[in-house]
């Protein structure tokens, strides 16, 4: 199969800290991994590309020094939300193709529940 | 990646087929449709993919067009559990990024 496990699942923090977001593939090596938000009764909004051993490219509007994206592996994409305010407060799902849809098809983690308070 | 078109919501009885269309009238000849669901505070999942034949799987059927200007995705028993939000997608498969319009909102009533 193709799985992708993000974590953690929720997390609450306080305005000015920071949190990471892990993304994996499980079973299956991703060399691009995608970063969505999404707001409430909103679609999903691409925020950026993940590349393994390279710099991750970022959408138009989205602010590369405020949301970090790290691909040190071929398994593990991780995002950092920076200095987070409560309008960073959103629903973050990552994705990745590979697996058992090979050359066509992305599957999705099953999102993180960011609050900042 | 080619635009798509779907009505903001449907209304389907349980056990019914539901039948929810796209337009995707500047598809190109090397994309493909893709749907996938959302079911509220989920990842999207994925359900069924095709280029110009018609597809079934375990999950549902997609109809499309011979002029591929549009197609259909078919749940032919519908179930409480299928109220989601539904995406379809086209999409060129040489690692050109996922883009997610506005959905459709299947609703299942029993």
């Known amino acids: 199969g193709a799985v992708v496990s993000q974590h953690p699942s929720w997390v609450i923090c306080k305005s000015g800290t920071s949190v990471k977001i892990e993304c994996r593939s499980l079973d299956f090596q991703a060399t691009t991994m995608f970063w969505y938000r999404q707001f409430p009764k909103q679609s999903l909004m691409l925020m950026a590309t993940?590349?393994?051993?390279?710099?991750?490219?970022?959408e138009q509007g989205v602010e590369k020094d405020k949301f970090l994206i790290n691909h040190a592996s071929l398994t593990l994409s991780t995002l950092t939300v920076t200095s987070a305010h409560p309008e960073d407060s959103s629903f973050y799902i990552c994705?990745?193709?590979?697996?058992?849809?090979?050359?066509?098809?992305?599957?999705f983690g099953s999102g993180t529940r960011l609050t900042v308070v | 990646d080619a635009k798509t078109t779907q009505p903001p919501s449907m209304d389907c009885a349980e056990g019914r087929a539901a039948n929810l269309p796209c337009n995707h009238s500047t598809i190109s000849g090397n994309e493909y449709v893709y749907w996938y669901r959302q079911i509220h505070s989920q990842g999207p999942q994925y359900i069924i993919h095709?280029?110009?034949n018609n597809e079934t799987n375990e999950m549902a059927s997609l109809i499309i067009t011979e002029d591929r200007k549009s197609s259909t995705l078919i749940l032919p028993h519908a179930t409480l559990r299928d109220t989601a939000v539904y995406y379809c997608?086209?999409?060129?498969?040489?690692?050109?990024?996922?883009?997610f319009g506005s959905g459709t909102k299947l609703n299942v009533k029993p």
């Open positions: 095709g280029l110009k």
């Open positions: 994705s990745a193709r590979g697996g058992d849809r090979g050359s066509y098809g992305y599957t």
């Open positions: 993940s590349n393994e051993g390279s710099k991750a490219t970022y």
């Open positions: 997608i086209v999409f060129r498969n040489n690692f050109n990024k996922f883009y």
